[in-house]
């Protein structure tokens, strides 16, 4: 399997535009995790979906974020309209039905100008 | 809920010389224990975990953790490391599929 995938790999944007961050599941996954890591507030657990439906948003920062998961193959996580607050390193995580391992992809490096 | 302390932001050791991780956790209900281990510009990837049976529990690159129920610990280690080594380590739980990671430890690994 090629493991968690993730696009686009880095980004750059200017405040104000939309920023849509994707990944591809591992396959035969059923939970699937996005976080931000940055220095000043670490590894942070934005949203976490189970067969495609969101359990836990509560880590999302504010209305201008939104993720979804459409099938089990695919998830967004979309920032409308990006500050340069936003700047982070955004990863997936995926996790199977009979693991508690989670499994990261690369990320994304966002730098909001 | 759930939560983990890494007890050291930092640990700079010297090469072939040993190393501990100190983690602990707080949880009123049973929980599985990870070690994640990020080389720069990486995600996350497994250590070590512990589900149940042994305390000890050995992973890749020759390192190994002891989950302590009484001391609510998961401290890692490894007797001799190398300079590959260098790299951000996390402590995590998981209870009901959901991860709660500490804040990391940077081990830095010197000639």
């Known amino acids: 399997d090629a493991g968690v995938i993730q696009s686009p790999r880095h980004e750059v944007t200017e405040m104000g535009q939309e920023v849509t961050l994707r990944c591809k599941p591992i396959?035969?996954?059923?939970?699937l995790f996005w976080y931000r890591q940055t220095m000043m507030r670490g590894l942070e657990l934005l949203i976490y979906f189970n067969n495609n439906v969101p359990i836990d948003d509560s880590g999302m920062p504010e209305d201008r974020f939104s993720a979804k998961m459409p099938n089990a193959s695919f998830s967004t996580l979309k920032i409308q309209p990006s500050e340069p607050r936003d700047s982070a390193v955004y990863f997936c995580a995926t996790s199977g039905p009979t693991e508690y391992e989670q499994y990261f992809g690369p990320g994304t490096r966002l730098t909001v100008t | 809920a759930q939560s983990v302390t890494q007890l050291d932001s930092q640990v700079p050791v010297f090469e072939e010389a040993p190393v501990e991780l100190r983690c602990n956790y707080s949880s009123s209900v049973s929980v599985y224990l990870f070690w994640y281990v990020q080389y720069p510009n990486q995600g996350l990837q497994l250590l070590l975990k512990?589900?149940?049976?042994?305390?000890l529990v050995k992973g890749i690159n020759g390192f190994e953790a002891e989950f302590n129920k009484s001391q609510t610990s998961f401290h890692l280690r490894k007797p001799s490391v190398h300079i590959s080594d260098t790299a951000e380590y996390f402590c995590a739980v998981n209870l009901a599929g959901k991860s709660t990671f500490g804040d990391g430890t940077t081990l830095t690994v010197k000639p």
């Open positions: 512990y589900l149940s049976g042994s305390t």
């Open positions: 396959s035969g996954h059923n939970s």
